[in-house]
């Protein structure tokens, strides 16, 4: 019996092998479209099953994923900002930017030598990234600073009043 379920387990790499995701499931597959349009940022890994000697018999790989590389760049880019280096909780959640945190990020680009997270500025990389990715869709003379502000206008919700009377 354990000769069998040895044998039958299908080995592969799901993350980068189309085949063997589209065998081990939509989620699977899903993920590896995903980082084969470099949308994912890598999380962790550990071991997903062990044998019963106890050594690694799967890896897994966690990923936060997005619909677009742009959305990527971006969340890495305010995540850098929002948290301090190697901070653990940076990644807790993929999904965790909300609009009162656009609304205390700066869109400056990093200069030489600052961190995003004590300088308050977008960091470098990533913002030559999401230019990058932009222009490799075709636009030219992308302003990113004057994007970022529309972005923000758009999301923000002005603090007002209302009386009844």
Known sequence: M??????????????????????????????????????????????????????????????????????????????????????PAMWDSCNDITINDLKNISFRKCLEGEQAYRDHCFPASKYNEFEAAIRNNGVVDFDFQGAANQAINSLAIPNKVCEVK
């Not at 085949?19 to 939509?26: E, F, T, V």
């Not at 999380?43 to 966690?62: L, T, V, Y």
Request: glycine share 4%.
């Open 2 to 87: 354990v000769i069998d379920i040895i044998t039958s387990l299908e080995s592969g790499d799901a993350c980068h092998d189309t085949d063997i995701a589209s065998q081990w499931g939509l989620i699977q597959l899903k993920t590896n479209r995903f980082l084969n349009f470099d949308q994912c940022h890598y999380i962790k890994s550990s071991c997903a099953a062990k044998w019963f000697w106890g050594s690694c018999m799967r890896d897994k790989h966690e990923y936060c994923c997005y619909d677009q590389i742009s959305t990527r760049i971006f969340a890495e880019g305010l995540k850098e900002q929002m948290y301090p280096p190697n901070d």
